[in-house]
């Protein structure tokens, strides 16, 4: 058995159906099918204009198309498993509505360069929604912290107690993180928001199009400079993949540390039972899943670029066929790095601060060692004396099973004989971090700041974010009729 094509004048005879399974695109590209369509309306709108087509099948055409809009709108277009592309299901879906005429749609374009425009279409929203969804998790972030000011953690380096920090600033940690994630996405979409369409399959086209009013149309920021880096380019595709593999690694990040606070060692943060799960066997179990899985689907995230950039490495120009794969590497995970975020958003939103757990554990580990080490700095000793003078302490602290604020005046002096009583109001935990108030530390002040600033980020990214849907949505709109 072979398949039907809508082009086969080349060929005597019809694809095997072998060739058809390995060639199909559908269960990816279907996603394209609204970018597709509107496409189409902008390119039909444009070949009228021009007067490539006449206004009668101008507008046979747009009435068809917008048919068949309302049909993927409504899950109702059927797709036939005998065409190989979703591009070719609606032009196939056309010309069975409005006959012949339908066959003009494809005048002065090819499949090369709308399929890098529904692609780069998609990825707009796809990219407005991942900033949108990484937004509202910082939120929760800021939400938490504002909750936790004075609860006081041991600050790690090297999973060693270090130095005394306070929770607030630990989330706006993660919360500046994903700030320039959500950044790069923004700026990604001003790379993507480029319109091939008119390109061609790679070297332009002889009809007289406006290349520049399809662009308008699609809202796009200009059409591309050079027809055959127009339909070969996917480097808008790995900056995607990137952007989405960097936010992966820092939801990863995020989840390890829920994972390890949550268990008895650390004890720090206890999560809400609707995001977590319990054990088959083991009914005292209570789970991290949630954060587990996004720290594991990490992984298919960063394949995703990865598999996209060896896709690209040694293709010559123009097209060829192996970009069909373009889209996997990158829709997956953005679909992926979305629901990771927004399923963050909910565990965070919910767990609660274990805040005497955490102030017993920073009593450890002489995370006060550094305040002392200053304050012999600040009494004229060079810093590198310092440091051996309080090492020499801390050493003696172990030995004796002692906090450095447990010593005697009579101990201390020991190490150094610019000890004084005053050494006494530095060495409270309370007070290390207090007076930790350089810019972006862990005082209360420097976190107040850290907060205002990411509010003030948040509120003219979200402004960013939606005078670009709104433009997107007014082209719509617009086609659609």
């Not at 998790?137 to 006081?152: M, N, P, W, Y």
């Not at 009914?283 to 996209?308: F, M, T």
Request: proline share 3%; charged share 25%.
């Amino acid at each position: 058995m072979v398949q039907k094509a809508l082009w086969s004048g080349r060929y005597g005879s019809g694809m095997d159906d072998s060739t058809l399974e390995f060639t199909s695109s559908l269960d990816v590209d279907v996603a394209l099918g609204f970018y597709d369509i509107m496409g189409s309306l902008a390119h039909v709108t444009m070949l009228r204009d021009c007067g490539i087509l006449s206004n009668s099948d101008a507008d046979e055409i747009i009435d068809g198309l917008r048919t068949l809009l309302d049909d993927v709108r409504g899950g109702r277009l059927g797709i036939d498993h005998g065409l190989e592309d979703i591009h070719t299901n609606i032009e196939h879906a056309l010309t069975a509505l409005k006959g012949p005429v339908g066959g003009k749609l494809h005048t002065g374009r090819s499949r090369n360069d709308q399929v890098a425009t529904d692609l780069r279409m998609y990825l707009r929203d796809a990219v407005l929604e991942a900033a949108k969804c990484i937004d509202a998790l910082i939120k929760t972030l800021v939400d938490l912290a504002e909750g936790s000011r004075s609860a006081i953690m041991p600050g790690l380096t090297h999973m060693q107690h270090a130095q005394p920090v306070t929770a607030a600033q630990h989330m706006m940690a993660h919360a500046f993180r994903l700030g320039r994630d959500a950044d790069r996405f923004l700026e990604s979409f001003e790379r993507i928001n480029v319109c091939p369409l008119g390109a061609g399959a790679l070297a332009g086209t002889t009809y007289p199009i406006d290349r520049g009013q399809t662009s308008d149309l699609l809202g796009f920021g200009r059409p591309t400079e050079n027809s055959m880096d127009s339909v070969s380019d996917r480097d808008f595709v790995m900056e995607a993949a990137f952007c989405a593999s960097m936010l992966a690694v820092h939801l990863s990040s995020m989840a390890e540390e829920l994972v390890l606070w949550s268990s008895p060692e650390f004890g720090f943060i206890e999560m809400d039972d609707r995001y977590t799960t319990g054990s088959s066997m083991m009914p005292q179990k209570k789970n991290p899943d949630v954060a587990e899985l996004i720290r594991g689907r990490a992984g298919g995230v960063i394949g995703g670029l990865v598999s996209a950039l060896v896709l690209v490495k040694g293709l010559p120009l123009t097209y060829n066929r192996d970009l069909q794969e373009d889209k996997k590497a990158v829709m997956e995970p953005m679909r992926t790095v979305v629901q990771c975020a927004s399923m963050m958003s909910k565990v965070v939103s919910t767990m609660r601060f274990d805040e005497g757990r955490m102030s017993s554990l920073v009593k450890e580990g002489h995370v006060n060692a550094t305040d002392m080490a200053d304050y012999l700095v600040a009494k004229g000793m060079p810093f590198r004396e310092a440091h051996g003078a309080v090492g020499s302490a801390v050493r003696f602290c172990v030995r004796e099973k002692k906090g450095l604020e447990e010593l005697t005046l009579s101990e201390m002096r020991g190490f150094s004989d610019l000890i004084d009583e005053d050494v006494f109001d530095v060495l409270p935990i309370e007070k290390c971090v207090e007076r930790r108030r350089s810019f972006g530390g862990t005082s209360p002040q420097s976190v107040e700041a850290q907060i205002s600033m990411t509010l003030d980020s948040l509120s003219d990214r979200e402004c960013r974010i939606s005078r670009k849907m709104s433009a997107i949505d007014d082209c719509w709109n617009r086609l659609a009729g």
